[in-house]
Structures are given as structure tokens and as C-alpha cells.
């Protein structure tokens, strides 16, 4: 399936009172799968009692809105910190170590506790058997986040005596023999900060500049902590399951990564984490970042499976969620959809996922056949920094382009102001699958596309045909045939005669995304 997807807030899934109306948002919102937090804390009050109702109404109200179900477990870490560990663990720091910084200890178990980890391994293996036990065979739970936006705060790594004894120990030779049998496929920045190559020593020896070092040494005892939870999980219920990433302000080397990832799974690590994790079966960006296809292109790589647990909502996450799926992700999921999508018709997300929903099987098939590209464009859209938004200038792309068939496919955002109800919106977007060597199907909102032939310039690319079709009962159905001023941009023939264009393009000017069949033919100027 395709995961039109909604994130409640950290909060409301331990209230099932909360839920209802949440439950209701998601229907209207035309969201099929539900992304909702089981709390260690409330499901482990006391050391060995568990108490299951949390998991339970959100499986029960889940199925009863038709929906599937992400249950996210909040256990040693959320957002880095420990606020959702049991009292009797935040009470214990000699059975339950701390991680420490230079100035003391921090709000934060440590990696190297073992005693941390067999306790969430055990809490959560009980929780895969009872999901197990109440979900098997109806598959209303269909993946499981571990944890929650693991890394290191407070400084650049972890100094409780158990993590300096380790960083001044030699690199594990699970993590160099791993790192030894891939080198044909490691991603660029593993082999920056392992560009000695050795196979032997330190972390600094091995890892070159000591911040280099520090990132991969945390990086890879966060991924050996997740992975043996997931395993004791997946010995209970073998499905599938993710680590979510809170990204670092810039993209690319961990030299420049930001304090708050130290560690966690950022691309920049990918390679660690799929050494210390390989039970770990998806790595995933939260993305609330301007940079949205360099950040996926980050992600859509080393074998890894492209989700986006966490993102915005409105008109930004349509286009973000049409980009996605057009690069192969198996879902989007915007986060706080109890109060993100206010408005009256439930927005933006309402209309671009249902349109997803609509033609899902069709995206899959050509998911896997390699048939499909998207795009999305914006013009002068400025995101002002949050707690959950790094700081960014101004993001202005009118203009994407890609090749498909025999053609350069231009997208530019819909250029014409149609009346002062159905204004131009700052953000467009569009999702092309290919059905044969000159025609294709295109969704998409807020864009017009024109085609330059790939022969070169003695040769004009010209629309065919441009038919409205919807998706029903498994076939197309087709409305409008699109012609004069539905595909018209212009009459100075003169002067595009000499451009190779003709002067029609494809034309997304409703107010809702909706799909188009187009044929398109060449043609010697």
C-alpha cells in the first residue's frame, strides 16, 4: 500500500477520550494509516507489569476507522531524551546509567547501559507478543518505529566512564569488517570521515579528526542498542520496523553536523547504521526542511527503503508528498494532524490524499517498474525558524525539470491568475507515470508543463492529445478532452516558432490536484 499518513502529537494517544476526535480529523483528512506513540512509561508502571491499554484502543479504533496503524515506541529515547522511561528506571542511574557530558550527567540513558537495554528489550518484546497476539492476520499494525529520534544533546558525545573506556578501546571488528565488505557501495561521506581505510585501532586512529570520530563512535553504539531491541521484537512479531532521524541544520559530512544528531540516523551515518542495525529495516528522515528532494536523495540510497514519518501538512506537504511518492517512497506522514489542517475543507492534504489514495495501485505498479518522476516547484516561500525548523532563507525553485521517454519534461508554476476566489498558489506539483513510448499519466496541482524533444533543435514536441481521466474499479475512465484554452499558453508563434515550442503546454489550474492522459508526438521544424 501507499501511506497517506498522520502523526498525532506526542501526547494524545495516552488519552483515548483525545483520540476521538482525532480519529474523526483522519477520516476527513482521508489519511489511511495513523502514526501513534505506546509510551513506556505507561505501559510499564512497575518493573515487570505491563499494562497493554494504550496499544489496545489504538488497534480497536484504528480498525474501526478503516485505518492501518504505526504504533511508535516511545522507550529509553524520544527526541533524544529519556522523558518517557519508567519512574523506577529515571530513579536507578546505578542500574540505569546516565549519558554525561562535561558538566555532569544529562536527562539521558546511555548507550552502554546494558541493563538499560535488556530492560527496553524486554518491554518491548512484550509489547510485539501482545500486538501479535491481538493484530495477527488482520494486519491493522503494519510497521513499528523503535524509539524515537535518537542522539546525543548536550555535547559531542558521551562521557559516562563505560563510553570513555569504549571511545579509547579499539573500532569493534564487527563495524571494520562491515565497512571492509561494502567498500564498493559505501555512500561518499563514510568514506570522508574513513578515508585512511584502516582496519585496526581507535576510533580517532581509525576515524581520522576526533570529531569524526566521536559521531561515528555514537552513531554506531545508538544503531547496536535499536537493533537489539528490534531483534528481541521481531523474535516476538517479525514485521517490519523503522528508526526515525532528527536532521542536523546542514546536509552532508558529520563534521558539519548540528549537536542535536550526534549520533542518530542521518544519512551522513547511513553505512554506520546499517552495520549496527540490520534489523533496523528502514532509516527515516523527519523532514522540515527547505532542502526536501536533496534531504530524500540523502535517504534513497544504500538500499534503503524511502518513508517520511514526520513532515508539514498544508499546501507545502501536498507537493511534498506528491515528490515523494513520485521517488519511490512508500508513504509521507505529516506530524500533528490534530491541529495542522485547519481548514474548513481540511486543506490541501485532504485533496492530495485522496487523489493518492485514489490511484495508489496505479503509482505502485509503476513504483516497481521504474515507470515514474515527480516534482515540485514554489516561488518565494519563506518557513521562519522553530524548535522544529532550523533556520532558512527564503526558498525560491519556479522552475524542475527531469527527462521521461523521448522528452525533457519542464514544470513551471502555473503562470495565469484565474479570479480573486482561485488565486495562484506559491506552490505546484506534479507526478508523471509513463504508459507507452509517447504517453503518460500526469497528476498534478498549481503547474503547467511543456517538452523539448532530446533529438536537439530540429525537432518540436507537440501535445497529441490531453484527456481528464479518473481512476475506478481498477480502469480509467475518461472525462474532458482538453484542448484550446485548457492547453493553450500562448499566440506569439513568431517569436516561439524560433524556441521550438508551440505554445501549448499542460495545464493545472483547478483549485483541486486532479490526473491528465497525455500523448505527445515530434515533429521536424
Same mark, same amino acid.
Given at each position: &500500500?501507499?501511506? =497517506?499518513?498522520?502523526?498525532?502529537?506526542?501526547?494524545?494517544?495516552?488519552?483515548?477520550?483525545?483520540?476521538?476526535?482525532?480519529?474523526?480529523?483522519?477520516?476527513?483528512?482521508?489519511?489511511?494509516?495513523?502514526?501513534?506513540?505506546?509510551?513506556?512509561?505507561?505501559? /510499564?508502571?512497575?518493573?515487570?507489569?505491563?499494562?497493554?491499554?494504550?496499544?489496545?484502543?489504538?488497534?480497536?479504533?484504528?480498525?474501526?476507522?478503516?485505518?492501518?496503524?504505526?504504533?511508535?515506541?516511545? #522507550?529509553?529515547?524520544?527526541?533524544?531524551?529519556?522523558?518517557?522511561?519508567?519512574?523506577?528506571?529515571?530513579?536507578?542511574?546505578?542500574?540505569?546509567?546516565?549519558?554525561?557530558?562535561?558538566? +555532569?550527567?544529562?536527562?539521558?540513558?546511555?548507550?552502554?547501559?546494558?541493563?538499560?537495554?535488556?530492560?527496553?528489550?524486554?518491554?518491548?518484546?512484550?509489547?510485539?507478543?501482545?500486538?501479535?497476539?491481538?493484530?495477527?492476520?488482520?494486519?491493522? %499494525?503494519?510497521?513499528?518505529?523503535?524509539?524515537?529520534?535518537? #542522539?546525543?544533546?548536550?555535547?559531542?558525545?558521551?562521557?559516562?566512564?563505560?563510553?570513555?573506556?569504549?571511545?579509547?578501546?579499539?573500532?569493534?571488528?564487527?563495524?571494520? !569488517?562491515?565497512?571492509?565488505?561494502?567498500?564498493?557501495?559505501?555512500?561518499?561521506? =563514510?568514506?570522508?570521515?574513513?578515508?585512511?581505510?584502516?582496519?585496526?585501532?581507535?576510533?580517532?586512529?581509525?576515524? #581520522?579528526?576526533?570529531?569524526?570520530?566521536?559521531?561515528?563512535?555514537?552513531?554506531?553504539?545508538?544503531?547496536?542498542?535499536?537493533?537489539?531491541?528490534?531483534?528481541?521484537?521481531?523474535?516476538?512479531?517479525?514485521?517490519? &520496523?523503522?528508526?526515525?532521524?532528527?536532521?542536523? !541544520?546542514?546536509?552532508?559530512?558529520?563534521?558539519?553536523?548540528?549537536?542535536?544528531?550526534?549520533?542518530?540516523?542521518?544519512?551522513?551515518?547511513?553505512?554506520?547504521?546499517?552495520?549496527?542495525?540490520? !534489523?533496523?529495516? &528502514?532509516?527515516?528522515?523527519?523532514?522540515?526542511?527547505?532542502?526536501?528532494?536533496?534531504?530524500?536523495?540523502?535517504?534513497?540510497?544504500?538500499?534503503?527503503?524511502?518513508?517520511?514519518?514526520?513532515?508539514?501538512? @498544508?499546501?507545502?506537504?501536498?507537493?511534498?508528498?506528491?515528490?515523494?511518492?513520485?521517488? +519511490?517512497?512508500? #508513504?509521507?506522514?505529516?506530524?500533528?494532524?490534530?491541529?495542522?489542517?485547519?481548514?474548513?475543507?481540511?486543506?490541501?492534504?485532504?485533496?492530495?490524499?485522496?487523489?493518492?489514495?485514489?490511484?495508489?495501485?496505479?503509482?505502485?505498479?509503476?513504483?516497481?517498474?521504474?515507470?515514474?518522476?515527480?516534482?515540485?516547484?514554489?516561488?518565494?516561500?519563506?518557513?521562519?525558524?522553530?524548535?522544529?525548523?532550523?533556520?532558512?532563507?527564503?526558498?525560491?525553485?519556479?522552475?524542475? !525539470?527531469?527527462?521521461?521517454?523521448?522528452?525533457?519534461?519542464?514544470? =513551471?508554476?502555473?503562470?495565469?491568475?484565474?479570479?480573486?476566489?482561485?488565486?495562484?498558489?506559491?506552490?505546484?506539483?506534479?507526478?508523471?507515470?509513463?504508459?507507452?513510448?509517447? @504517453?503518460?499519466?500526469?497528476?498534478?496541482?498549481?503547474?503547467?508543463?511543456?517538452?523539448?524533444?532530446?533529438?536537439?533543435?530540429?525537432?518540436?514536441?507537440?501535445?497529441?492529445?490531453?484527456?481528464?481521466? =479518473?481512476?475506478?474499479?481498477?480502469?480509467?475512465?475518461?472525462?474532458?478532452?482538453?484542448?484550446?484554452? /485548457?492547453?493553450?499558453?500562448?499566440?506569439?508563434?513568431?517569436?516561439?516558432?524560433?524556441? +521550438?515550442? %508551440?505554445?501549448?503546454?499542460?495545464?493545472?489550474?483547478?483549485?483541486?490536484?486532479?490526473?491528465?492522459?497525455?500523448?505527445?508526438?515530434?515533429?521536424?521544424?
Amino acid at each position: &500500500m501507499l501511506l =497517506t499518513a498522520g502523526e498525532v502529537r506526542n501526547s494524545s494517544s495516552s488519552s483515548r477520550e483525545w483520540m476521538k476526535g482525532v480519529w474523526d480529523k483522519c477520516v476527513r483528512t482521508n489519511v489511511n494509516t495513523v502514526l501513534a506513540a505506546v509510551p513506556w512509561d505507561l505501559m /510499564e508502571p512497575v518493573e515487570g507489569h505491563y499494562d497493554f491499554a494504550v496499544i489496545d484502543e489504538l488497534i480497536d479504533d484504528a480498525r474501526r476507522n478503516g485505518m492501518r496503524l504505526v504504533p511508535l515506541w516511545f #522507550g529509553a529515547w524520544k527526541n533524544g531524551l529519556s522523558h518517557y522511561a519508567p519512574e523506577w528506571i529515571k530513579h536507578d542511574l546505578k542500574r540505569f546509567p546516565r549519558a554525561r557530558s562535561v558538566q +555532569g550527567n544529562l536527562e539521558i540513558l546511555s548507550t552502554l547501559g546494558l541493563e538499560t537495554r535488556d530492560a527496553t528489550a524486554r518491554a518491548f518484546a512484550a509489547l510485539m507478543e501482545h500486538i501479535r497476539r491481538r493484530d495477527e492476520g488482520t494486519y491493522t %499494525t503494519i510497521l513499528v518505529q523503535v524509539e524515537n529520534e535518537v #542522539g546525543l544533546n548536550g555535547d559531542v558525545r558521551d562521557r559516562h566512564p563505560l563510553a570513555e573506556a569504549a571511545f579509547a578501546g579499539p573500532v569493534p571488528d564487527a563495524l571494520l !569488517s562491515y565497512l571492509i565488505d561494502h567498500q564498493e557501495t559505501l555512500v561518499p561521506e =563514510t568514506l570522508e570521515f574513513w578515508a585512511g581505510q584502516r582496519t585496526s585501532g581507535t576510533w580517532p586512529e581509525v576515524f #581520522g579528526n576526533e570529531q569524526s570520530a566521536e559521531h561515528v563512535f555514537m552513531a554506531w553504539h545508538y544503531a547496536r542498542f535499536l537493533d537489539y531491541v528490534a531483534t528481541a521484537g521481531k523474535a516476538a512479531y517479525d514485521i517490519p &520496523m523503522f528508526a526515525n532521524a532528527s536532521l542536523p !541544520s546542514v546536509l552532508g559530512s558529520p563534521r558539519k553536523a548540528g549537536p542535536s544528531a550526534i549520533g542518530g540516523p542521518i544519512a551522513a551515518v547511513i553505512d554506520i547504521w546499517k552495520a549496527g542495525a540490520p !534489523s533496523i529495516d &528502514m532509516i527515516c528522515p523527519d523532514i522540515y526542511r527547505a532542502d526536501f528532494e536533496q534531504t530524500l536523495a540523502g535517504f534513497n540510497r544504500a538500499g534503503n527503503p524511502l518513508f517520511i514519518p514526520e513532515a508539514p501538512a @498544508e499546501l507545502e506537504g501536498a507537493a511534498d508528498a506528491f515528490y515523494a511518492a513520485g521517488q +519511490g517512497a512508500i #508513504g509521507y506522514s505529516i506530524f500533528g494532524i490534530e491541529d495542522r489542517v485547519l481548514d474548513h475543507d481540511y486543506g490541501p492534504i485532504h485533496h492530495a490524499y485522496g487523489l493518492l489514495n485514489e490511484i495508489a495501485p496505479v503509482i505502485l505498479e509503476h513504483q516497481a517498474a521504474g515507470t515514474i518522476c515527480s516534482a515540485r516547484v514554489c516561488r518565494q516561500h519563506t518557513v521562519p525558524a522553530s524548535f522544529k525548523l532550523a533556520p532558512r532563507a527564503s526558498l525560491d525553485q519556479p522552475e524542475q !525539470s527531469f527527462i521521461m521517454g523521448a522528452y525533457r519534461w519542464i514544470i =513551471t508554476l502555473n503562470h495565469y491568475w484565474r479570479s480573486p476566489d482561485w488565486p495562484i498558489d506559491n506552490w505546484g506539483y506534479c507526478l508523471v507515470m509513463q504508459t507507452g513510448p509517447e @504517453e503518460f499519466l500526469v497528476a498534478g496541482y498549481g503547474v503547467q508543463i511543456r517538452h523539448e524533444p532530446l533529438e536537439g533543435d530540429g525537432w518540436i514536441a507537440a501535445l497529441l492529445s490531453v484527456d481528464e481521466v =479518473t481512476y475506478r474499479n481498477g480502469s480509467w475512465e475518461r472525462g474532458r478532452r482538453l484542448n484550446g484554452d /485548457e492547453i493553450i499558453t500562448s499566440y506569439d508563434h513568431a517569436r516561439l516558432i524560433g524556441l +521550438g515550442q %508551440t505554445g501549448t503546454q499542460v495545464k493545472f489550474w483547478e483549485p483541486t490536484p486532479r490526473v491528465v492522459k497525455i500523448r505527445l508526438y515530434r515533429y521536424e521544424r
